[in-house]
């Protein structure tokens, strides 16, 4: 059995997260997604506008996935350890990068095969939420 893994915030959930999600569990035949706890986004300089129990039951809801477990940290190779997934699904915005190929010879050394998707042109939760603070007449980084 293969088993995939991907994480990420999943706030303000759209087109691009479902994408990467269906096109994802393609690839394994059990896709484990990490969701990232709120105090991590805001270790990251960010604030989710869904609060994280929302958005682990939205991804935990989705057909494409198996399984939704909290992301406490950064490491991700630790965590594909200790779910026993070989392959990591990750958007194709750290491709070619210094810090993403020294990450592919630790996970390669690990037997974890990196996955690069690429991320859907036009959408994102940052631009939706600087949309959503717009048509509220908001400035941006006010809540």
Same mark, same amino acid.
């Given at each position: 059995?293969?088993?995939?893994?991907?994480?990420?915030?999943?706030?303000?959930?759209?087109?691009?997260?479902?994408?990467?999600?269906?096109?994802?569990?393609?690839?394994? *035949?059990?896709?484990?997604?990490?969701?990232?706890? +709120?105090? @991590?986004?805001?270790? /990251?300089?960010?604030? !989710?506008? &869904?609060? =994280?129990?929302?958005?682990?039951?939205?991804?935990?809801?989705?057909?494409?996935? *198996?399984?939704?477990?909290?992301?406490?940290?950064? +490491?991700? @190779?630790?965590?594909? /350890?200790?779910?026993? !997934?070989? &392959?990591? =699904?990750?958007?194709?915005?750290?491709?070619?990068?210094?810090?993403?190929?020294?990450?592919?010879?630790?996970?390669?050394?690990?037997?974890?095969?990196?996955?690069?998707?690429?991320?859907?042109?036009?959408?994102?939760?940052?631009?939706?939420?600087?949309?959503?603070?717009?048509?509220?007449?908001?400035?941006?980084?006010?809540?």
């Amino acid at each position: 059995m293969t088993i995939g893994y991907t994480a990420g915030v999943f706030d303000l959930f759209h087109i691009g997260h479902l994408t990467l999600l269906k096109n994802a569990k393609g690839l394994c *035949d059990k896709l484990i997604v990490g969701v990232t706890v +709120d105090e @991590l986004v805001t270790y /990251k300089g960010k604030h !989710a506008i &869904i609060p =994280f129990s929302d958005r682990i039951e939205i991804v935990r809801s989705i057909r494409y996935v *198996d399984a939704a477990v909290p992301q406490y940290d950064m +490491d991700k @190779l630790t965590m594909c /350890k200790k779910l026993g !997934a070989s &392959i990591l =699904f990750v958007g194709d915005d750290w491709y070619g990068t210094d810090k993403w190929r020294e990450y592919e010879k630790e996970f390669a050394e690990a037997g974890v095969r990196i996955v690069y998707f690429p991320y859907t042109r036009g959408v994102s939760s940052t631009q939706v939420s600087k949309a959503l603070a717009a048509v509220r007449g908001e400035t941006e980084g006010a809540k």
